[in-house]
């Protein structure tokens, strides 16, 4: 595709429910990154893929948080048990393999835990 | 803990007028970023800037990195009221070309018409 896409663009949800939201890449980008957004704040790591690499996922909040990343292309960021904190915008970006370093982003998923 | 971290927190300029936002950071770096967000929007790359240059520019963009001081900062000349943006500078922590990029808290640029 043309950008980052990501879905839903907003997610409410009640508490204790899972959730599950999808990061589909620019085609070719061999990284991606999670980043989480809360209210008036600064982007939150919380993984990185590259290629066939580990995820480095030193950012994840807790064990109700993963991500995978099927065929090196969309990824999903699951979180389960849904808590109150855990709402937030969700961030999807990838990097091309080249040297230019920069991200690019999708629009987000906003995410209301009731 | 932030890597970067920006300020000031948010700044309101006139049009026309020049703004400048400060980035420091704690760790040895490869590279440092500076990107823009407008409100509920992602986020959009502005410049890069590696840890062996001193200055760049881009258009009303000019970017300056003291490594010795561990600080950037990013001035926007000329202001328009469409540069009314979060701003968040990134940084590739030292020995990683690009892997990951820790973003600061953001500075909240308002310019009035």
């Known amino acids: 595709g043309a950008g980052v896409s990501q879905s839903p663009s907003n997610k409410v949800t009640e508490k204790g429910k899972d959730v599950e939201l999808r990061c589909d890449p620019i085609?070719?980008?061999?990284?991606l990154y999670w980043y989480r957004q809360s209210l008036g704040q600064g982007l939150e790591f919380l993984i990185y893929?590259?290629?066939?690499?580990?995820?480095?996922k030193s950012g994840l909040p807790s064990d109700r948080f993963s991500a995978e990343r099927t065929g090196g292309s969309v990824s999903t960021l699951t979180i389960q048990r849904t808590q109150q904190e855990d709402s937030a915008v969700y961030l999807c970006?990838?990097?091309?393999?080249?040297?230019?370093?920069?991200?690019?982003f999708g629009e987000g998923s906003r995410l209301t835990v009731l | 803990s932030q890597q970067g971290e920006e300020d000031p927190q948010a700044l309101s300029i006139q049009e026309g007028e020049n703004a400048t936002m400060n980035c420091s950071y704690k760790?040895?770096?490869?590279?440092l970023q500076w990107y823009r967000q407008n409100s509920g929007r992602g986020l959009v790359h502005l410049i890069l800037?590696?840890?062996?240059?001193r200055e760049k520019h881009s258009g009303r963009l000019r970017v300056t990195l003291d490594t010795s001081k561990k600080s950037s900062s990013l001035l926007i000349t000329a202001s328009r009221a469409a540069d009314t943006a979060s701003y968040f500078c990134?940084?590739?922590?030292?020995?990683?070309?690009?892997?990951?990029?820790?973003f600061g808290q953001g500075t909240i640029l308002t310019v009035h018409p």
């Open positions: 970006a990838s990097r091309g393999g080249g040297n230019t370093g920069e991200l690019f």
């Open positions: 085609s070719g980008h061999t990284a």
């Open positions: 893929f590259q290629g066939n690499s580990a995820p480095d």
């Open positions: 760790t040895s770096i490869n590279n």
């Open positions: 800037i590696r840890s062996n240059e």
């Open positions: 990134a940084t590739a922590a030292g020995g990683t070309s690009y892997g990951k990029l820790t």
